[in-house]
């Protein structure tokens, strides 16, 4: 069984920072793609960065140059750096990530950005 565990959302006022982190557990061979979306409410669910086991990203345009994303191998763990946030950003984060060609979600972390 593999779990996908979510830490690092909170409160924080526009213009500030938050690092979301993501670990996953259980018994696997590989992890290839690993990234973070997220859901806004009454909104659809939107893929905002990925990262291959090679360290190769891709952004969605409304976070392009504010997040950051990047993984430890070594610790099956994948991390989300939120800067310049904005209250538009404000949602449930998920990780999400193929393990042995398999998709798994994270159960989320709120992120909430105050004006």
Known sequence: QVQLVESGGGLVQAGGSL???????????S??????????????????????????????????????ISRDNARNAVFLDLNSLKP??????YCNAVVDTRF???????VTVSS
């Open 19 to 29: 690092r979301l982190s993501c670990a996953a557990s259980g018994t696997f061979f």
């Open 104 to 110: 798994y979600w994270g159960q989320g972390t709120q």
């Open 88 to 93: 538009e950003d404000t949602a449930v984060y």
């Open 31 to 68: 992890i290839t793609l690993m990234g973070w979306s997220r859901q806004a409410p009454g909104k659809q669910r939107e893929q905002v960065a990925r990262i291959t086991s090679g360290g190769s990203t891709n952004y969605a345009d409304s976070v392009k140059d504010r997040f950051t």
